[in-house]
């Protein structure tokens, strides 16, 4: 396929340039190299799952309104400029605001999207910024109010990938999902968060 496609394909660590000729053992090579994979990726798999069975969060980039513990990075306390943003939006809910309204109120209140309060951080996020400042989407505000982690509860298993070949991130059923409780301190007490899941 490499000839007929014009490609060039070359591995230094197995000594393959097909420019030089077809390697006949090529086939072969490919296939313990991609079992080889296929069996790394399960062990990440394992010890993934392990992890997140245990209770410990599964998140890569805490919730906005969390930052990971210095002394104890698989521990969230609370970032305190992020989480008074949090308390603001979950206190418009229970006013009657919608989350475009939530979402322009905060714009006009020049209060930074949490992609822009991240990056204000220095922490890199692969997130695209929205070109004009502060603009929040209402899908982010409602993204928040779903957020049971604001209760202090660590929800693990909400994603997986298809397949070591395929990391398209897939969202997982919520019965599928482990929820520990009181794992870490809440921003936004149980009866507001209730009340705002009803509304």
Known sequence: DFVRLNIRYIAIMDN????????DFLPIQDWFNEMHAKNTSQKVRTVFKNKGNSGIPLAVIPPFGYKKDENDNTRWIIDEPAA??????????IQGYGTTKIALMLKEQNIMTPTEY???????????????????APKT??????????IGDTINFKFTTRSFKDKTRVTLPKESRKIFKNTHEAIIDKETWNTVQQI
């Open 118 to 136: 991240w990056n204000s951080l220095g922490k890199k996020i692969n997130r695209p910024l929205q070109e004009e400042k502060h603009s929040w």
């Open 16 to 23: 393959i340039d097909t420019d030089k000729g077809l390697n």
């Open 141 to 150: 505000i409602e993204r928040i109010l779903e957020k049971q982690e604001y």
């Open 84 to 93: 008074k943003v949090v308390r603001q939006i979950f206190n418009l809910c």
